[in-house]
T-cell receptor
Framework: ETGVTQTPRHLVMGMTNKKSLKCEQHLGHNAMYWYKQSAKKPLELMFVYNFKEQTENNSVPSRFSPECPNSSHLFLHLHTLQPEDSALYLC???????????????FGPGTRLTVL | AQSVSQHNHHVILSEAASLELGCNYSYGGTVNLFWYVQYPGQHLQLLLKYFSGDPLVKGIKGFEAEFIKSKFSFNLRKPSVQWSDTAEYFCAVNAVGGYNKLIFGAGTRLAVHP
């Protein structure tokens, strides 16, 4: 148990569907991250939130919409996705990510997304 | 732009064999370096990290890694692998002063046969 949970663990959706991924951290952290893990490619950082404010958007298409209502919860809203968006989506959390120093990131188990 | 290269996508070993996984990064400044492991069906876990000091760092489960600054490398080693080491291994880099941004390699999938 990492202290970072993600739901659902598996999701199959059509290209016209709207769905959301949820991440929750129980570690008292105040930075949260979304990563995309595709086969044979490096993990790609998508979004970073520090103290509920988005501090990084790594040129992610607008069909992915993040939401961070508080420091413990992070959502990724999905709309009109493409088959190439099928991947494992990982959430992570850490202590403050804006102080200039590095704070260890703790990862959730991921949501395996398949877009038909 | 920073990038991380892992030389092997797949490695197959027999138990008790020695392991070395290559990792090179491209960044001219000071870096923090990491190896993460992802066991089948489990989350990413930190195996070891290098921030400064002794370039030979030891992690959990008998793993170690050596930072060679002149070669921009951070190779992972284990003298004798076990079946339970079957997993995917990811090298990652954080640029010092680059806040908490991690740049990952594509991963190396290790299969250890009994």
């Amino acid at each position: 148990e990492t202290g970072v949970t993600q739901t659902p663990r598996h999701l199959v959706m059509g290209m016209t569907n709207k769905k959301s991924l949820k991440c929750e951290q129980h570690l008292g952290h105040n930075a949260m991250y979304w990563y995309k893990q595709s086969a044979k490619k490096p993990l790609e950082l998508m979004f970073v939130y520090n103290f509920k404010e988005q501090t990084e958007n790594n040129s992610v298409p607008s069909r992915f919409s993040p939401e961070c209502p508080n420091s413990s919860h992070l959502f990724l809203h999905l709309h009109t996705l493409q088959p190439e968006d099928s991947a494992l989506y990982l959430c992570a959390s850490s202590q403050d990510g804006t102080s200039g120093g590095y704070n260890e990131q703790f990862f959730g188990p991921g949501t395996r997304l398949t877009v038909l | 732009a920073q990038s991380v290269s892992q030389h092997n996508h797949h490695v197959i070993l027999s138990e008790a064999a020695s392991l070395e996984l290559g990792c090179n990064y491209s960044y001219g400044g000071t870096v923090n370096l990491f190896w993460y492991v992802q066991y089948p069906g489990q989350h990413l876990q930190l195996l070891l990290k290098y921030f400064s000091g002794d370039p030979l760092v030891k992690g959990i489960k008998g793993f170690e890694a050596e930072f060679i600054k002149s070669k921009f490398s951070f190779n992972l080693r284990k003298p004798s692998v076990q079946w339970s080491d079957t997993a995917e291994y990811f090298c990652a880099v954080n640029a010092v002063g680059g806040y908490n941004k991690l740049i990952f390699g594509a991963g190396t999938r290790l299969a250890v046969h009994p």
